[in-house]
């Protein structure tokens, strides 16, 4: 008895410290993953550019190092074109996806997305109000990106599925290359059991809050996320399969997708989006949070596609902005302010980060959405009053929009 109690604590040591080796080993990769992806020399990664190729090429090598077949219609590249746009002019150019497949042979595939383009040097899309800068895009979205490529050994092992791995370009631009693709598949979509997309997963706060936009394409999510979430992740599911993000080019094809997202912060889409501020550790967890819900789902076989309601297929055109970033990971009534931009309107009229908008002049506001139509309905220089809370205070501030 002696002698098999020791051998239990030798294999239960020896495994503690493999599980750490492990660990320590993937979060290795993700750093080596986003300091050259998200380094100055791709200079921002935009798509049709040198370092739109730089980046390809580097998750090019990946894939062929891990052994996946090559699935795009040039070997590992799938070429597509758009309008690409430069502050206030557009040029139509070509970007790459970067499609690598682990064929197990087995009945049902799962696409694993990500992609790899940013902004550049912000001739577009850019929150910074200086001068122009290289834009990084190290949460957005070289973590999604490592995540991606770090998840290609662990799932190619279990053999439970076969998984395409698709590193889009083109998402800055409007959803490009995963709509391309989607359009052009270079696998069987009727074999897709389902479709997971990670962007902006790099910054998992200290409540491990975790958002995952699309629950509603399909009625067993809910139960798979919650069953596989054994890492007190925090998740905040939204249903919706329409969203700004590359999911939604697979919703349109009847998949059953899902998005990861950590959530929004001030250095969105801003030269200071860098390395220095993602959490591997929080990386580390959503990766084996994602690996659990795929050895999980092997067990559900009738994982149907369904319609999602309030799609909002169409964002509300609007003229005015307060100049605030929403905090997309609260769930509550009303629109948090999760930051404000200095000399806009919030900012002139003392609205700070935390304060929750109940209602603009009329307009009630349940969430972004009821918060994107009301600004539709002023132009600048017109006034209005906001409902704000406070803590426990509930506020009216007289606003005109600048």
Request: hydrophobic share 35%; net charge neutral.
């Amino acid at each position: 008895m002696r002698h098999i109690i020791v051998l239990f604590f030798a294999f239960f040591i020896s495994s503690k410290i493999f599980s750490q080796e492990n660990k320590e080993f993937i979060m290795s990769n993700m750093y080596e993953d986003i300091h050259y992806l998200a380094s100055d020399k791709l200079k921002g990664r935009k798509t049709g550019t040198k370092g739109e190729k730089k980046a390809a090429k580097y998750i090019k090598r990946k894939f062929k190092k891990y052994g996946l077949q090559a699935k795009g219609n040039n070997n590992y590249y799938q070429k597509f074109q758009g309008k690409i746009n430069y502050h206030q002019t557009s040029e139509l150019k070509s970007g790459y996806n970067i499609v690598g497949f682990c064929d197990n042979n087995q009945k049902n595939t799962i696409i694993i997305g990500a992609h790899y383009d940013h902004i550049g040097l912000g001739e577009s899309g850019s929150l910074h109000d200086g001068h122009r800068q290289i834009h990084n895009g190290a949460d957005d979205n070289a973590s999604g990106v490592s995540i991606l490529l770090n998840l290609v050994d662990k799932l190619c092992e279990n053999q439970l599925y076969n998984y395409l791995f698709i590193a889009f370009s083109g998402e800055e631009e409007g959803l490009l290359g995963s709509s391309y693709f989607a359009k052009n598949p270079t696998v069987d979509l009727n074999k897709v059991k389902f479709m997971l997309n990670f962007d902006m997963v790099g910054r998992l706060n200290e409540n491990k809050e975790l958002a995952i936009n699309g629950t509603g394409t399909c009625n067993k999510w809910e139960d798979l996320l919650n069953n596989s979430n054994n890492f007190d992740l925090k998740l905040i599911t939204s249903e919706s399969g329409i969203g700004p993000s590359d999911h939604s080019s697979f919703y349109w094809q009847n998949i059953p997708s899902i998005h990861f997202f950590t959530g929004q912060h001030s250095d969105y889409h801003k030269p200071s989006d860098d390395i220095e501020k993602i959490n591997f550790e929080g990386m580390y967890l959503i990766h084996s949070f994602v690996t659990q819900i795929i050895k999980q789902s092997y067990y559900i076989q009738d994982f149907d596609f369904q319609e999602t309601t309030n799609n909002n297929t169409q964002t509300p055109k609007f003229n005015v902005t307060l100049g605030i970033m929403p905090d997309y990971l609260y769930n509550g009534l009303g629109l948090r302010i999760d930051g404000v931009t200095k000399e806009k309107t919030a900012f002139q009229y003392g609205i700070i980060k935390g304060d929750i908008i109940l209602k603009v002049g009329d307009l009630e506001i349940k969430d972004i959405m009821d918060y994107m139509k009301a600004l539709g309905e002023f132009k600048k220089g017109e006034q209005t009053n906001l409902k704000i809370k406070r803590e426990e205070q509930i506020m009216e501030i007289a606003i005109t929009f600048l």
